[in-house]
Structures are given as C-alpha cells and as structure tokens.
C-alpha cells in the first residue's frame, strides 16, 4: 500500500529563515503531488500541486516544491519564513489504487519564532 | 471559486446520540469525502462518494454511515455517538475531470465534541 511520510511533526524557524518541510513517499509510479496548509480552526487549503511537466512547483504564499522521482521526495520551501506562516502543513499522494482518493501525511506542524 | 460548507462549525453532543453532520458543495463535483482529523494521526477516510446514492469504505467506517441522495450533499451519521468520536470532522470534494490530479476542496471543518 502507497505511503507518505513525513519528517518532523513539529519544525521551528525564525522569522526571516529558509523553510524546509519534507515529505517522502512510497509509489512505484509517478504521482499526483499535493501540499496543503491548514490555519488554526480552518480547512485544508491547497498550497500547490504537481501533476505532470516541470518538476519544481510554485504555489501561494512564496512556496515551491520540486518533485525528485529518483528520491521519490516532494519537499516543500519557502525562502523566508513569516510569523503568518505559522499553520499545519500535509503533503498527500494520489492513490494509484483509486482514482478518487489521496493519501496524507500525518503533518508538519510549522512555528515560526520572531 | 469552489465552495464546501458545512452545517456546523462547533457541535457538542451527549453519548448515544445520533449525530448528523452535512456537507454541501456548489461546483458539481462527483466525489465527495468523509474524514476525521486527531492530534498526531493526520487525516483518516471514514467514507467517500463517487456519485449520487454510491459509497465506499474508507479506512475507518466503523460507528459511521453516510447518505448521498443529492449530487451536491454529503451527509455523514454518527449512529450512537459515542466519546472516540470527539474529533475535528473535515468534508471534501473534487472532480473527475482531467487534469485535476485528484485535487480535493476541503470545507472549514466540524469540531465535534461527544461528552
């Protein structure tokens, strides 16, 4: 069975740092690559997906992700941390099984230190 | 702009209740899903909707069911509540269209408390 993991359940930063928030997941055949955010109290929100063509993926909020199918890694950064960035990150897989479901990742949660 | 809402943003609920908990999206979307989200634990399929009046299993369906009579609605049922089911409840949705890579629209989440 397709997994997806996630290093760290807690990361912390200073304002003003490279974020780094890993994700690693287990498919014999290129995914659908998904990172999402989630604010206290609040949904999912997607921050940026990859499906096919360019490997390295922009999203909202200055974030990107590059899709690494030999390291089958899909690492989400940001230049430089803002304090609003403070939230819950999931990095989450298409299911190859099913056409309709994702496989998430347990979380990162990411505090930002003024 | 996809919209999923849901019928409460806080509910409390007393043991042995049966608890209806909606979701409704608005752009047509064939799939429609069930989670529940525990501190450490992520985010557990309890049951999906691939079209109107069909359903499958997710990872965790025990103590829950679900009905979709309406492409639009999505209604999750906690039968007898009971306290393991205190949890933050999340409804999403998404397309079967090409291209869309499974995206799922999640809505802003029911946090239900059983005492």
């Known amino acids: 069975a397709q997994s997806v993991t996630q290093l760290g359940s807690h990361v912390s930063v200073s304002e003003g740092a490279l974020v780094l928030l890993r994700c690693n997941y287990s498919?014999?055949?290129?995914?659908?690559l998904f990172w999402y955010v989630q604010y206290p109290n609040q949904g999912l929100q997607l921050l940026l997906k990859?499906?096919?063509?360019?490997?390295l993926v922009k999203g909202i909020n200055g974030f990107e992700a590059e899709f690494k199918k030999s390291e089958t890694s899909f690492h989400l950064t940001k230049p430089s941390a803002h304090m609003s960035d403070a939230a819950e990150y999931f990095c989450?897989?298409?299911?190859?099984?099913?056409?309709?479901?994702?496989?998430f990742g347990s979380g990162t949660r990411l505090l930002v230190r003024p | 702009d996809v919209k999923v809402t849901q019928s409460s943003r806080y509910l409390v609920k007393r043991t042995g209740e049966k608890v209806f908990l909606e979701c409704v999206q608005d752009?047509?979307?064939?799939?429609m899903f069930w989670y529940r989200q525990d501190p450490g634990l992520g985010l557990r399929l309890i049951y999906f909707?691939?079209?109107?009046?069909?359903?499958e299993k997710g990872d965790i369906p025990e103590g829950y069911s679900v009905s979709r009579e309406k492409k639009e609605r999505f209604s999750l049922i906690l039968e007898s509540a009971s306290t393991n089911q205190t949890s933050m409840y999340l409804c999403?949705?998404?397309?079967?269209?090409?291209?869309?890579?499974?995206?799922?629209?999640f809505g802003p989440g029911t946090r239900l408390t059983v005492l």
């Open positions: 999403a949705s998404s397309s079967d269209g090409q291209g869309s890579g499974n995206e799922q629209f």
């Open positions: 498919s014999s055949v290129p995914p659908y």
């Open positions: 990859y499906t096919t063509g360019a490997t």
């Open positions: 989450a897989v298409s299911d190859m099984d099913s056409s309709y479901k994702l496989i």
């Open positions: 752009m047509d979307h064939e799939n």
């Open positions: 909707s691939y079209d109107v009046k069909m359903k």
